[in-house]
């Protein structure tokens, strides 16, 4: 992609209205535009490091055999009514012109919608189990958003759901999500703590979560700071400056210190146990013949707020510094001196290699203003073609997250990229 062609432009300054750190680097660089409070768009640079987050989702979920849908992002009345979550808070409301009430509400979860299709193909113990899931725009009517896409109102999330015949079976499944869940996270470049949570408005039984440490997170945790055992602030028992009771396999107690550190919640998992099943008449007929109902869990990762997440925990004052998998492209090249011919060349070999360059081929940009930008953006690798390289047959290397810069000879470029 060569940067003189793309429609959007870095800003110098970050918005005024925006806090958030992750906001103020999208927006500068160009990822996001904010359309209204919590509401944003996902530009061309932004779009691509979704894509490839959504992508690492998909290979992982497909791997615990999650089979992917697309469910409606209008949800009627009569979904949720069953359950008694029509009424919410959360919800955005949608009614036609003429109509008098709201018929629909704005999708801000989906386990009514999928129980209800899955009644119409569930009957027996042998079509059990299985687990389903979108990658969906979401909206939630949500009282703070001043945390840019930590907290949309409108926001993209993983959903996958599981339903099996017995608690066990769902324990089992939900073991592999949680190993899935952590792939997903470490190859996103993100470290989770597995961290032990109330079920909130949507689930009384206990959940977990795969939260950030950071500063700007909205969720408190106390951890132990040798295990890692972490439970949310909200229901546990552990005390800041205490030490840690978890058992370790030996039997011997931890004992490491226990720190209260606040977090991002990246990403979710519970147990649903039959509630949803026994509401919208979702059952099955066991081996002996008798009805029962299905047992369903649910897990979500915030796509949008991984995203956010990992500009959170991985920039600097110059801007973003994108982990290798998930950067939008991997290479930026930069041109100066108005050596195009060489510089094209460069661009022409690499991007047929199958290597993702961004190219600076803009004529008008100071050299400040081009490294500056390639320091916002955050691709992982910069690589310059200069008069002063060029007298080496060489370009400059330079990697995001390092201060060094090396000449490679032009000839071992394709090798070494
Ligand atoms: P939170 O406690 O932060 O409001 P939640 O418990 O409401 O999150 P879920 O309903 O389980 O979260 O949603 C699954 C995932 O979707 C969350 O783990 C989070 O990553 C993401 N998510 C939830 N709400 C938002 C939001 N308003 N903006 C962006 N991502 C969100
Ligand atoms: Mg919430």
């Not at 015949?165 to 324990?171: F, G, H, M, S």
């Not at 026994?278 to 990762?301: C, P, Q, R, T």
Request: charged letters at 30%.
């Amino acid at each position: 992609m060569r940067l003189s062609q793309l429609f959007t432009k870095t800003l110098r300054e970050a918005p005024t209205d925006e806090v958030a750190v992750n906001a103020r680097f999208l927006t500068r660089g160009g990822f996001v535009f904010k359309n209204s409070a919590g509401v944003y768009s996902f530009l061309p640079l932004g779009w691509r490091v979704m894509e490839k987050i959504s992508k690492i989702v998909r290979e992982e979920i497909n791997a615990i055999d999650g089979q992917e849908l697309f469910m409606p992002a209008l949800v009627e009345k009569k979904y949720m009514e069953p359950t008694a979550r029509w009424d919410l808070d959360v919800g955005f409301f949608a009614k036609g012109k003429d109509d008098k009430e709201a018929s629909f509400v704005l999708g801000w979860s989906h386990e009514e919608v999928l129980t209800v299709i899955a009644a119409k193909y569930i009957n027996s113990y042998r079509d059990l189990p299985f687990a389903a899931y979108q990658i969906q725009t979401k909206f939630r009517n949500e009282a703070r958003a001043k945390s840019g896409l930590l907290r949309g109102r409108e926001f993209m999330m993983k959903d996958l759901y599981s339903f099996h015949t017995n608690e066990k079976d769902l324990e089992g499944y939900y073991e592999k999500v949680k190993e899935s869940y952590f792939r997903i996270f470490e190859r996103c470049g993100l470290k989770v703590i597995y961290t032990l949570a109330s079920g909130g408005v949507f689930t009384d039984k206990f959940t977990n979560e795969f939260q950030v440490l950071s500063e700007v997170g909205e969720d408190t945790i106390l951890m132990c700071l040798k295990c890692e055992y972490a439970e949310n602030a909200e229901i546990s028992k552990l005390k800041k400056a205490g030490t840690c009771p978890t058992r370790l396999p030996d039997g011997q107690e931890c004992s490491g210190d226990i720190a209260e550190k606040n977090s991002i919640e990246v990403g979710n998992i519970f147990n649903q146990g039959t509630k949803y099943s026994d509401n919208l008449g979702l059952s099955f007929i066991d081996e002996s013949g008798v009805k029962n109902s299905v047992w369903m869990a649910a897990y979500g990762i915030g796509i949008s707020r991984l995203m956010a997440a990992v500009v959170e925990v991985s920039n600097d004052k110059q801007g973003i510094i994108w982990p290798e998998n998930i950067a939008p492209f991997r290479i930026h090249l930069i041109v100066l001196d108005d050596r195009k011919e060489e510089s094209e060349k460069v661009y022409n070999e690499l991007t047929q290699k199958g290597v993702e360059v961004l190219y600076d081929d803009r004529n008008d940009e100071t050299v400040g203003e081009k490294f500056a930008d390639a320091d916002l953006i955050g691709c992982p690798i910069r690589v310059v073609v200069s008069n002063k390289t060029l007298d080496k047959d060489s370009v400059e290397i330079k990697r995001r997250s390092e201060k060094e810069t090396e000449l490679i000879k032009l000839e071992d470029l394709k090798k070494r990229l």
